[in-house]
């Protein structure tokens, strides 16, 4: 028999032995996950892009510019330089789109035999209504994959989109997709399409990528039809809204197709809706019987980053854009409600630095000041005769001179000029607006415009001045293209900006997708300069402006609500100043 001591040493013995093998297996084990997790990792950086760096493989839900350019494709990030080559379906398609200079293949993704007794799931190269291919799906992307070429992927049927999704994250798991692949699908009905055509199921789309391939750009359109004079209307507010709520809780890239004949007079629409995200774009597109002009499409370009709108658009209309606009020393086509910042071509011009001008006494002042004025806000005031033409009045009672000689001066002036339009009474509304269509639509009106007036609404209802709604609904119903620049009558402003009239103002406002300037005036904004903040605070398109004229008071009289208000904020608030108040405003703001 083992003595006590030794009978409690082997005990111990065995304890020590039984707590290492433990150990052991849970370092081996442990071993084997790291292993296993490392491994899965690199799967997964593997099919999920392979990023390495800056010059290795590209991921595909990534930069298309910054694909062509780091593989020293194009020279610049700029949509414009991008080219594409439609329906690469067949193999002889795709071999031609693949011996060309085209940077990006666009083709089309059926089901063999859709609809039929020989559907077969397969996913084939293959444009409605055609259903048979010498190309499958597989094979293209096979071929593709071995070019530096990008990808888009057309889907006219939502049931080709899952089996290639399918194929899309087997390829990825043998080999590194390196390149951009957008995938396309019309989702929702667009401009002149009748609403019981079907569209691609929108929900089904987007979801399915989510769960298989995430890792992709997302183009989701518009089904459209056109016909020159019988079907011509424009995307509306509403289609875009309901576009970007559908995607707007995406993690991916988007890129838009949109019509490009039916994009110019939806343009503040589409603006919008570039401006909720740096990863949305636009690509234009034409049918072939869409008649395009290379001066709207100069506006599309001058009114929007280079880098957002890619253009897949035919010959000879192409080269003949690409020439004009890659000229360093063009005029720009201003969309007239646009930002007055992007107007101006210093980088960092703050809204203090804009001056407002009256046009002087005689045609003779209004002249002299287009040439020898560096360029800036002409103040109108805008009245009409009995015949209903726009009149502007001159500092010298009495005297008059018809808006559109006024405007065509500015037109032919080589300074940056915007137009500030004071509508003086509510007959000349109406044909105000008529007059800046008809301009517009001859490609004259290429500057800013911004169109005031005292309203009546709610709390600041005033005899004697046009009932707020009657004052958007006329802009929206004849020329919308403008910034809206409502202002309170005179009389309501005994006590200052009070709540009341903030809030009515913003309930009037609300729903606008201009851009917005609420017009104060210095003397009544030192009485409550904090209740007017909240007109900034609603919406990121809202600016400010601020005057104080020599009928107001001296520059002491409107200091203070001057220096308030500049006090709370440097930016978007502009001022509506004299020169000589103004000198006086930017001493007092650069020495304090």
């Not at 290492?20 to 099919?47: D, H, R, T």
Request: with cysteine; net charge neutral.
């Amino acid at each position: 028999m083992l003595k006590q001591g030794e009978h409690r040493g082997v005990l111990a013995s065995r304890r020590w032995k039984l707590i290492a093998g433990i150990f052991f297996s849970l370092l081996v084990a442990a071993y084997i996950g790291l292993v296993g997790y490392f491994a899965g990792y690199k799967s997964f950086l593997q099919a999920d892009g392979c990023y390495e760096s800056a010059n290795g493989p590209f991921s595909p839900g990534g930069d298309l510019l910054e694909y062509l350019l780091q593989s020293g494709i194009i020279e610049r990030k700029d949509g414009l330089l991008v080219t594409w080559h439609h329906a690469a379906n067949s193999k002889h398609q795709m071999e031609k789109a693949l011996n060309s200079s085209a940077m990006v293949l666009e083709a089309d993704v059926n089901i063999e035999g859709l609809n039929t007794r020989n559907e077969t799931g397969i996913p084939i190269m293959a444009h409605p209504p055609d259903i048979y291919s010498d190309n499958t799906f597989q094979e293209w992307l096979d071929i593709v994959t071995s070019s530096k070429r990008g990808m888009k992927l057309d889907f006219k049927s939502i049931d080709a989109v899952n089996p290639s999704l399918d194929i899309l994250m087997k390829k990825s798991k043998e080999m590194c997709i390196n390149r951009p692949i957008w995938l396309n699908a019309d989702i929702l009905i667009g401009p002149n399409v009748p609403p019981f055509i079907q569209s691609v199921n929108a929900s089904r789309f987007l979801s399915l990528i989510q769960q298989k391939f995430p890792n992709v750009i997302l183009s989701p359109g518009w089904m459209t039809f056109y016909l020159p004079l019988i079907a011509a209307k424009p995307y509306t507010r509403k289609m875009v809204q309901e576009m970007y709520d559908l995607v707007k809780g995406l993690s991916q890239r988007v890129t838009f197709p949109v019509r490009a004949v039916l994009l110019k007079q939806a343009w503040p629409h589409f603006s919008w809706l570039l401006k909720q995200s740096p990863r949305y774009s636009l690509t234009l597109w034409q049918a072939s019987i869409d008649f395009i002009t290379v001066e709207d499409l100069l506006f599309f370009r001058d009114n929007s980053n280079i880098e957002q709108i890619y253009y897949d658009i035919y010959e000879p209309v192409l080269s003949q854009f690409k020439q004009i606009a890659l000229q360093t020393n063009r005029s720009r086509r201003f969309y007239p409600g646009g930002n007055l910042l992007d107007y101006f071509p210093h980088e960092h011009i703050q809204e203090l630095e804009i001056e407002w001008l009256n046009i002087g006494a005689t045609f003779l002042d209004f002249s002299k000041l287009l040439q020898d004025d560096t360029g800036g806000m002409l103040i109108l005031n805008v009245k009409s005769k009995s015949n209903a033409v726009p009149m502007v009045e001159s500092s010298k009672p009495g005297s008059e001179f018809p808006l559109e000689s006024v405007l065509n001066q500015v037109f032919l002036s080589s300074k940056l000029w915007g137009i500030y339009l004071k509508i003086k009474t509510t007959q000349a509304l109406t044909p105000t607006l008529y007059l800046l269509r008809q301009l517009y639509r001859a490609h004259v009106l290429r500057i800013p415009i911004w169109i005031s007036m005292d309203l009546s609404y709610g709390s600041f209802s005033t005899p004697g001045y046009i009932e707020g709604r009657q004052f958007i609904n006329t802009i929206n119903k004849i020329f919308p293209f403008v910034t809206i620049a409502p202002s309170w009558p005179a009389e309501a402003l005994v006590d200052g900006y009070t709540q009341p009239l903030v809030e009515d103002m913003l309930s009037l406002c609300r729903g606008l997708w201009q851009m917005v300037s609420f017009q104060l005036q210095a003397v009544p904004l030192s009485k409550s300069v904090q209740v007017p903040i909240r007109l900034l605070q609603a919406s990121p398109s809202y600016t400010l402006t601020v005057e104080h004229l020599h009928t107001q008071g001296t520059y002491g009289d409107g200091f203070r609500g001057l220096l308030k208000i500049q006090f709370h904020s440097s930016q978007r608030i502009y001022y509506r100043l004299p020169p000589d108040y103004r000198n006086k405003f930017m001493i007092d703001v650069f020495s304090s």
